[in-house]
């Protein structure tokens, strides 16, 4: 998300780092590799003058500092619950449901922001898996979403509520 964020706003960084798992750092780049959000915290927490990027919800728990960004409507936007939820809503949810949000619209947007997905087939050979699957679905799209922000995730815009659950009903 960092990278293809970075790739998208920069020209330059695209060609010559891109995007991906492992980017193409420059040599000579002092980096400090970190797995999962709970290991780049604690690399972050003890290498003086650090810069990393971890999860929003992992941020506000371990109550690291977090940086206001410059979004695509050249206005600083700190993150959080509202410039989350601008971020998201800005997304056109496709037929596929996949989306990608490397520089959302929105002056209230948050530059970095993307969903957290679920991927199920659209058919299983057992009924009642299906039948567990889909409620599943209706629980994270309704008891889930009053506490999503205690749980680190902003609450998905209405749009994509309706768009899921439209799409839940095709798992079969």
Same mark, same amino acid.
């Given at each position: 998300v960092f990278t293809k964020h970075l790739s998208t706003i920069s020209p330059e960084f695209s060609s010559t780092v891109g995007f991906g798992k492992t980017p193409h750092w420059p040599a000579g780049v002092k980096l400090v590799k970190a797995p999962k959000n709970d290991g780049v915290t604690a690399t972050i927490k003890q290498t003086p003058g650090a810069i990393g990027y971890i999860e929003y919800g992992f941020a506000r728990m371990t109550k690291l500092p977090m940086a206001s960004l410059e979004n695509k409507a050249g206005k600083f936007v700190a993150p959080g619950l #509202?410039?989350?939820?601008?971020?998201?809503?800005? #997304?056109k949810i496709p037929e596929n449901m996949r989306v990608w949000l490397p520089d959302p619209e929105g002056a209230d947007s948050y530059a970095i922001a993307t969903y957290t997905w679920m991927l199920f087939y659209k058919k299983y050979d057992d009924p009642k898996k299906a039948e567990v699957l889909r409620k599943m679905v209706a629980y994270c799209l309704d008891e889930g979403q009053k506490i999503s922000d205690k749980a680190g995730y902003i609450p998905l815009p209405p749009n994509v509520v309706e768009a899921v659950r439209k799409a839940s009903a095709n798992i079969q």
């Open positions: #509202a410039g989350g939820q601008a971020a998201l809503a800005s #997304a």
